[in-house]
């Protein structure tokens, strides 16, 4: 963020402030009048809290603020420091307490008012803040406050931008732009921008956008915000020119040349998004040759052999990121991809290991309680640890299609191997919840399967058909199609069968009493 050195955390403006009371000190505390017992008494606890202040006994140095106070309510001087205490004691209320009965009694101090406002939005009192931030705008300031009265002006911007009031907060950046706060035009325009396409409100975030780069053409990064917006509007064309001009500038730049394949894809371009996406593999393999620490490079390029079936390549690149120093988020995703890419090409002890590990880093993690739980009930294998795993993923997505298909599927393979048909039911249940949820082929099959086992034969046919239909709508479901086709002409045998032994019944029993 361009803004970065001038405005400061909310911990930083408020030491400083503090700092600036603590030279409140050097005045002539002692009048040329004579002070009263109550007042050197005052002025005594004063002394000795301002002593422990120095020294950083925060708690120390506010029990003799406080006593001070109790004798003198009205000195600001020990308001200011009491404040300060309290704060570096984290007892924010209390420093917010101290601050409003000094804005009350001076109130056209700047440096109060903004101080109050921070604190109000440390705490989260936002309507509170706004108006302390508002107010302070209208007092008197001196040079040495400028810095801060930006500070109050961004913060009181992200605030009504957070609120939804997007203008309003436009409306701040722009009197720092007027107020000289901010030197250069086109990074103004270039936050506003952001904040709006922060919101998706598009064609505001384009227009400012636009400025930004009418101001500073060397700004480039503001093309790739204009490519987006461009995008986003479905205006293709000039999405095309927009990011084809920044990559004449910089055409190393794969997240442009990312960008830019999608647009071609929208557009059905199928011979240019090819050319993007080779030409992004090729900028990514050269980067990782270098020694890239970029996990987001080996994640995309991994993502580009996957889509072009080169799953050893895919599996290389993973296995060389994990050389990287990774934070742990970063980590669990590796194990987790490989996982998903050591099952694609079937070395399914890899992808049990990967996926051990995963669950390591991460117990709850839900996606890989359900693949590891479904592994093992596809493979009737740990089936107690199979339901356990998958109802573990369940509690994080209760609602989830797959997790209960899963589950479902799970009772089914445990009814088998129990031979227990409340089991069977358990597993109808599960499913006929999932098929509500998420209308897949394979879970209309799974139902039918259990309804082939408890002999409801009918039944199991009509969903087996319906599982048939939507296989067809499917690319590269041929397996799954020739599976379930077996499946349907072998239940139509049956009941077919079934049918004709009962005419024959019947027959035989009409002879019989005719005879």
């Known amino acids: 963020m361009f803004f970065t050195k ?54 120390i140095a506010a029990d003799n603020f406080e006593k001070a106070n109790e004798l003198d309510p009205t000195s600001e001087r020990i308001m200011k420091h009491l404040a300060t205490c309290y704060f570096q004691l984290g007892e924010n209320e209390k420093a917010i307490s101290s601050l409003e009965k000094l804005a009350k009694q001076i109130p056209q101090e700047f440096n109060i008012h903004y101080t109050l406002a921070t604190l109000y939005e440390g705490v989260g009192r936002i309507k509170d803040a706004i108006s302390e931030y508002e107010y302070a705008r209208t007092c008197k300031i001196n040079k040495l406050d400028y810095v801060f009265l930006a500070d109050a002006l961004y913060r009181l911007a992200n605030i009504y931008i957070d609120q939804g009031l997007i ?216 089936i107690d640890e199979a339901i356990t795993l998958i109802k573990r993923a369940l509690k994080s997505q209760p609602k989830n299609g797959a997790y209960l298909d899963s589950l479902g599927w799970a009772y089914y393979k445990k009814a088998q191997i129990e031979e227990r048909d409340d089991y069977l039911f358990m597993a109808l249940q599960k499913l006929e919840e999932a098929v509500k949820i998420l209308e897949e082929p394979d879970i209309y099959e799974h139902i039918g399967d259990v309804n082939y086992s408890l002999g409801n034969w009918s039944n199991a046919l009509d969903v087996w058909e319906k599982a048939k239909v939507l296989y067809e709508k499917i690319p590269d479901c041929g397996r799954q199609l020739e599976n379930i086709t077996k499946k349907i002409e072998k239940i139509k045998r049956l009941i077919s069968f079934e049918k004709n032994s009962t005419k024959i019944i019947v027959h035989q029993r009409e002879k019989s009493i005719a005879l």
């Open 6 to 59: 001038i405005f400061i955390l909310i911990a930083s403006t408020v030491i400083l402030f503090c700092l600036g009371f603590l030279g409140c000190c050097n005045f002539n505390i002692r009048q040329n009048s004579p002070l009263s017992e109550k007042q050197e008494e005052a002025f005594s606890y004063f002394s000795t809290g301002y002593f422990f202040l120095l020294e950083r006994n925060w708690e």
């Open 167 to 382: 203008e309003k907060g436009a409306e701040c950046y722009q009197i720092m732009f007027e107020m000289h706060l901010i030197a250069q035009p086109a990074k103004f325009h270039y936050e506003i921008g952001l904040k709006y396409f922060e919101k998706n409100i598009v064609d505001r975030a384009l227009e400012h956008f636009l400025k930004a780069k009418k101001y500073d053409p060397k700004l480039n990064f503001t093309s790739f915000y204009i490519t987006l917006c461009y995008e986003a509007l479905n205006d293709y064309d000039n999405a095309v020119k927009e990011a084809n001009n920044f990559l004449l500038k910089e055409p190393d730049n794969w997240a442009m040349r990312l960008t830019l394949s999608e647009i071609y894809e929208k557009l059905g371009k199928e011979s240019e998004t090819a050319k993007e996406i080779e030409k992004i593999k090729e900028i990514l393999e050269n980067s990782i040759d270098m020694g890239s620490k970029n996990p987001r490079e080996y994640f995309l390029l991994c993502q580009i052999y996957r889509s072009q079936h080169k799953i050893d390549d895919a599996i290389n690149t993973i296995e060389n990121m994990r050389l990287l120093p990774l934070e742990e988020e970063a980590e669990k995703e590796v194990h987790f991809l490989l996982a998903n890419l050591y099952y694609e090409c079937q070395k399914y002890d890899k992808a049990e290991e990967e996926l051990r590990l995963t669950l390591r880093i991460d117990p709850d993690f839900h996606e890989a309680n359900n693949f590891l739980g479904y592994y093992f009930a596809e493979n009737n294998r740990n």
